[in-house]
C-alpha cells in the first residue's frame, strides 16, 4: 500500500456492533449457557505441589445418589493406547491430557485429578470429598535456580534436555537450551567504553482475566458433540479436545462464546475434554465454571524468569555488543515462552554483535499459558533497564542513546530476517516531543522510559461476506472477539464495499460453519482476518460489477464501482450495491464472497512508554502519576479501541512492575489465590493513561494495519522498573516493585 | 436441606423464588431466573462483576444470600435501560470504547448508575474511589472514567 491513503470508513470512532448486548447484560460468555437436563461438573485438584498418585479410589462418590458421572485421567481411553515416546505432537497432546486430568503424578498445587458431575454446582463440589487419593510426596521445584541444579528433584524422568549436540545421559528439568547469536560479542565489548551489566528477576503473574474458564457441553449417542466455551480460539480447542478423546472433527462442534478476556490464557483447553467425558457417562449437557481460586492455581500464568543482560556502548552512545542470558519457568510441562523472548529481548536496537542464551525450564507450578506478547516482557525489561543505566552513566538523554541505535528497515534482526519499514524511530520522535516528556518531573517523583518490540502474526483466516438481497450484508468471521475487533471487520468491509459500516454484521461463526481459522492471538485478527474480510469484500465486487454486466450487456471491465454504486462506463447506466443485491435472484443467484487465507507480512510493532512514579518513603508504596503510551499501529482501523489495546497493554504492565506476583509457602501451595490478594490494578490506582497514536503503515496489509494488541505490555515493566529506581536512587532488578520490595531496597540501598 | 421461599422485587417487577439456605443472590439471579447479566468473575466481592443495587444500595451479589433479598428492591443490569432506550451511562461507555470484552460492564454501569445517583457531579478521583471495587483487566479504566464523567455531565445538564 502507499503512504496516505484517503479513507471513507477507516479511522472512525464507530459504535461497535456487539456493544448493546454488552452494556445491557444480553451477551452471553462462556458460563452464561444452560441447557435443558443440564448438570454441573467439578475437579478435584491437588493439594500438592509434587506428588506420585499411589490410588485414586472414586468408588464412594460413585455410589452418592447425587452424583451423574466422575471423569479420571483414565477415561481419555485413546491416549493410553497412544505411544508415550511417539512425534513431538503425541508428547504434546500427552501433556495437555495430563494437565487436564493428572495421570500417575500430581505436579503442581491446584492439578486437576478428577471431576463429578452432579445435579447441582454445590452438589458436585461436595461429592469431590468422597474421592480418596493417596499420595507420595516429593520434593516441590519451585524456582529455576533449585530446577537446574544437578541433584534437583525431577519432574519428568523421561525429560532430557534439547539444544545441544549430544543427548544428554541423565534427565533434567531443563527441556530446552537455545542460543541466538550474530556477529562477535567479545569484540563488541572490547570497543566499548561502558560495559553494564545486570541481573534481573521477574515474578510469577497471571493474565488476569475476569471471565473464568466456563464450558457447556453435550455429547450424544451417535458421538456428536458439542462444546461452548469462552476461547480465544474454537478451531484449536476442537482440535486439542477432539486429540485428548480421540475423536474427528466432524464430530465435534465448537461455539465460541463472548469472551471476558483472555490476554493469551483461553488458547489452551482445561475442562473441554473433561465435561465431555462426565457429559457422555451421564447422558447429561454438562456445564463446568472454574472458581477464582481455580483460575489462579491451574490456569495461566505467565513465566517467572531469571535474566542476565549486558551491553556494552562507546562514549558516543554507539551500542557495540549487547548479551543476555534467562532462565523461564515452564511451570509443569515444558513451552515456556522462551524462544520468542530470546528473539525479541534487543531487537529494538541496531547492533551487529548480539549473544542470547535461553533455558526452559520446568517447575512444580501450573503450566505457562500465553500472555500478551509472550516471553517479551521478561526479555525485554532486562535490556531497557541496563540501556537506561548507560544512558544515565553517559550523561546522555535516554531517547537521543536509543534513537543513535534504533532498530529501522534493513536492521538484522538476531532470528534471521532483516526488518521492514518499522515505527521504532517515529516512536522515539513522538516520545521527545511529547507533552508528557517535555514537562519537568514533579519534585520527589521518578521518570522512567523504556521501547517494547513484538513481531505479529499473520495465520490463517476464513472469513465469508454474505450479500442479503436488500443490500445489507453478514461478515462470517472465525476469530472470537475480545476487545472489539469486529467493528474493524465492518468498517473494513464497509470500506470496500463503499456502504455505512452498520448495514454490515459482523459475526463469529462456529467450527461447523466456516473453514479452519486461527485464534485471536499475535496481534493476528485486525490483520490477518481483516486481510480476508478485505479480499472477500473484494469478491462481492467483482460480482456486483460481472451482475451489471451482465444487466447491460458490457463487460465487467467497463463497469466501474464507487461509493456503493455500479456504473456503466460504456453508457449512462447505474445500479446501487442494493439494487444489485435485489436483482441477484434473476443475475444468476445471491451474492457473497469468501476468502481463506494464510496471511503474511505481519508488520512489526514497536511502542515507547514513559513513566512518571512517586513513592512514598515510608511504605515503599508507589504511586503511578503520569504515564504515556506511544505505539506504532500501522493503521489505526479503528482509534478508540487502539487507545484501549494501548492503555490497556500498559495497565497490565504497571500491575506486574509493581503488584502482582504469586506467593507460594515452603510446600509450593499459593497463598494468594484471589483478587484480594493477587493485586491488580483498580481504577483508584491510576491516572488517566496518556496515549499517542503512530502510524507507519505496514506494506503487506491493503490498509497497511500492523496489529497492536500486545506490544503495550511489554515496556512497562522497564519504564516503572526504572522510574521506581530513579525516585528512590536504588537499582531495581527484581519485579514487581510491591511496597515490601521497595522498603527493603531503601532501607538496605 | 429444605428450599426457602423468597418473594421480592426485581427491577420493579414482583419476584418468587425457591433457593437453598446457601445460594447466594448472585446464584438464584443467574441460575434460577436466568438473569446472566450480572457476571461472577471471584465469588468473593473482590471483583465487581455481579454489582446489584439492593434497596438502592450497591452491593456485590456474590455476597448477599438469596434469603436475604425477602420483601428487598433488587435492582440488575437488565433492569437499567427501560423503555425505548439505553440509559445515558450505556450510551457513554459505548461512544468512549469504554468497554473491551465487555464481562465487567454490567457490574460497571450499575455501579457507575449508583454513583452518580448518590454524586451528581463527582470529581475524577471520587469516581476513581468508588468504581475501585469493578475490576477492568482491558481498558486500564482510563475510557471508563471518561465515559463516566461524561455521563456525569450529561445527566446534570438533563436535570
Not at chain 1, 448 to 473: E, K, R, Y
Not at chain 1, 616 to 623: H, L
Request: net charge negative.
Amino acid at each position: 500500500m502507499s503512504e496516505a491513503q484517503e479513507f471513507k470508513y477507516i479511522g472512525q470512532r464507530t459504535i461497535r456492533p456487539d456493544g448493546f448486548d454488552k452494556v445491557t447484560g444480553r451477551a452471553t460468555y462462556g458460563a452464561d449457557l444452560t441447557l435443558p437436563g443440564m448438570i454441573w461438573g467439578k475437579t478435584l485438584r491437588s493439594p500438592h505441589a509434587h506428588a506420585k498418585i499411589l490410588s485414586i479410589d472414586t468408588s464412594k462418590a460413585e455410589a452418592h445418589p447425587d452424583v451423574m458421572s466422575v471423569a479420571t485421567f483414565k477415561d481419555f481411553v485413546s491416549l493410553q493406547s497412544e505411544s508415550v515416546a511417539g512425534t513431538e505432537d503425541a508428547a504434546g497432546v500427552l501433556d495437555v491430557a495430563r494437565n487436564c486430568l493428572a495421570d500417575d503424578k500430581v505436579l503442581y498445587h491446584g492439578h486437576a485429578i478428577a471431576a463429578i458431575a452432579a445435579r447441582t454446582e454445590s452438589a458436585a463440589k461436595d461429592a469431590l470429598a468422597l474421592i480418596d487419593v493417596k499420595y507420595e510426596l516429593l520434593p516441590a521445584v519451585m524456582d529455576v535456580e533449585d530446577a537446574m541444579k544437578e541433584d534437583s528433584s525431577v519432574l519428568h524422568d523421561d525429560m532430557f534436555t534439547a539444544g545441544y549436540d549430544e543427548k544428554p545421559s541423565k534427565a533434567s528439568n531443563i527441556a530446552t537450551r537455545v542460543e541466538m547469536k550474530m556477529g562477535d560479542v567479545e569484540a563488541g565489548f572490547a570497543e566499548a567504553d561502558v560495559i553494564v551489566e545486570r541481573e534481573f528477576r521477574t515474578p510469577t503473574a497471571h493474565q488476569g482475566y475476569i471471565e473464568p474458564h466456563a464450558c457447556t457441553v453435550t455429547y450424544d449417542e451417535n458421538g456428536q458433540s458439542m462444546v461452548w466455551c469462552c476461547t480465544q480460539g474454537h478451531f484449536d480447542v476442537r482440535t486439542l479436545t477432539a486429540k485428548v478423546l480421540g475423536m474427528e472433527l466432524g464430530k465435534l462442534k465448537v461455539i465460541a462464546s463472548e469472551i471476558g478476556g483472555g490476554f493469551g490464557g483461553k488458547t489452551v483447553i482445561y475442562q473441554e475434554p473433561v465435561a465431555l467425558v462426565l457429559s457422555k457417562k451421564s447422558g447429561r449437557p454438562v456445564k463446568m465454571v472454574m472458581d477464582r481460586d481455580e483460575v489462579f492455581i491451574a490456569t495461566g500464568p505467565t513465566s517467572a524468569a531469571k535474566l542476565k543482560a549486558k551491553v556494552g556502548v562507546k562514549k558516543d552512545g554507539t551500542i557495540t555488543a549487547m548479551q543476555g542470558w534467562m532462565a523461564y519457568e515452564a511451570g509443569a510441562f515444558k513451552g515456556s515462552p522462551m524462544v520468542p523472548g530470546v528473539m525479541t529481548m534487543f531487537t529494538p536496537y541496531d547492533c551487529p554483535n548480539v549473544l542470547v542464551e535461553g533455558f526452559d525450564v520446568v517447575v512444580n507450578k501450573s503450566k505457562v499459558a500465553a500472555y500478551r506478547a509472550p516471553g517479551a516482557p521478561q526479555a525485554e525489561y532486562a535490556a531497557e533497564m541496563v540501556v537506561n543505566e548507560l544512558a544515565e552513566l553517559l550523561g546522555m538523554d535516554p531517547i537521543d542513546l536509543r534513537l543513535k541505535n534504533a532498530a529501522k528497515e534493513g536492521t538484522q534482526t538476531i532470528y534471521g530476517p532483516k526488518l521492514k519499514r518499522v515505527g521504532l524511530v517515529e516512536c522515539l520522535e513522538a516520545a521527545k516531543n511529547s507533552p508528557h516528556y517535555l514537562s519537568p518531573l514533579p519534585e520527589g517523583q521518578g521518570r522512567g522510559l523504556a521501547s517494547g518490540f513484538w513481531f505479529n502474526i499473520g495465520g490463517q483466516s476464513s472469513v465469508s461476506v454474505n450479500m442479503n438481497p436488500d443490500g445489507t450484508g453478514t461478515i462470517v468471521e472465525g476469530s472470537p472477539d475480545i476487545g472489539g475487533s469486529r467493528a474493524s471487520m465492518q468498517m473494513m468491509a464497509a470500506e470496500v464495499l463503499q456502504i455505512e459500516p452498520k448495514n454490515l454484521k459482523p459475526i463469529i461463526a462456529d467450527t461447523e460453519n466456516l473453514p479452519y481459522s486461527q485464534g485471536t492471538g499475535g496481534s493476528r485478527t485486525t490483520f490477518a482476518t481483516g486481510m480476508a474480510v478485505i479480499e472477500a469484500s473484494e469478491k462481492v465486487v467483482a460480482q456486483v460489477k460481472e451482475r451489471a454486466a451482465a444487466v447491460w450487456n458490457v463487460t465487467a471491465e467497463q463497469v466501474e464501482y464507487a461509493d456503493g454504486v455500479a456504473r456503466n462506463t460504456a453508457g449512462e447506466d447505474s445500479m446501487t450495491l442494493a439494487e444489485v443485491c435485489k436483482n441477484a435472484e434473476k443475475t444468476g443467484g445471491q451474492i457473497s464472497g469468501n476468502a481463506n487465507i494464510n496471511a503474511r507480512g505481519a508488520g512489526p510493532s514497536f511502542a515507547v512508554h514513559i513513566c512518571d512514579v512517586a513513592v512514598d518513603k515510608e511504605t515503599g508504596k508507589v504511586d503511578v502519576t503520569r504515564y504515556t503510551a506511544i505505539q506504532d499501529a500501522g493503521k489505526a482501523i479503528h482509534p478508540g479501541y487502539v487507545e484501549g489495546q494501548l492503555q490497556g497493554g500498559a495497565v497490565q504492565g504497571i500491575g506486574w512492575a509493581l503488584n502482582e506476583e504469586y506467593v507460594f509457602n515452603a510446600d509450593g501451595v499459593m497463598e494468594n489465590p484471589g483478587f484480594l490478594d493477587y493485586r491488580i490494578p483498580l481504577a483508584s490506582d491510576l491516572p488517566m493513561i496518556e496515549t499517542i497514536t503512530v502510524e507507519v503503515p505496514n506494506a503487506f496489509h491493503p490498509y497497511g494495519v500492523r496489529g497492536v494488541g500486545e506490544t503495550g505490555i511489554i515496556p512497562p515493566l522497564g519504564a516503572v522498573g526504572y522510574a521506581v529506581g530513579n525516585a528512590i536512587d536504588r537499582k531495581v532488578e527484581e519485579l514487581p516493585c510491591s511496597p515490601p520490595r521497595v522498603l527493603a531496597l531503601i532501607q538496605n540501598g | 436441606m429444605a428450599k426457602s421461599h423468597v418473594t421480592t422485587s426485581i427491577n420493579g417487577q414482583p419476584q418468587e423464588f425457591l433457593c437453598e439456605p446457601g445460594d447466594t443472590l448472585l446464584d438464584v439471579l443467574r441460575n434460577d431466573l436466568n438473569l446472566t447479566g450480572t457476571k461472577e468473575g471471584c465469588g468473593s466481592g473482590d471483583c465487581g462483576a455481579c454489582s446489584v443495587t439492593l434497596n438502592g444500595r450497591l452491593v456485590c451479589s456474590c455476597l448477599v444470600l438469596g434469603v436475604e433479598v425477602e420483601g428487598a428492591e433488587v435492582g440488575t443490569i437488565e433492569g437499567v435501560s427501560t423503555g425505548d432506550g439505553l440509559h445515558v451511562i450505556q450510551e457513554k461507555f459505548l461512544e468512549h470504547a469504554a468497554l473491551q470484552c465487555g464481562i465487567c460492564t454490567p457490574g460497571l454501569i450499575v455501579s457507575a448508575k449508583a454513583l452518580l445517583e448518590e454524586n451528581p457531579n463527582p470529581t475524577e478521583e471520587e469516581a476513581r474511589y468508588y468504581l475501585a471495587g469493578n475490576l477492568c483487566r482491558c481498558t486500564g479504566y482510563d475510557k471508563i472514567i471518561k465515559a463516566v464523567m461524561d455521563s456525569a455531565e450529561t445527566l446534570r445538564g438533563v436535570a
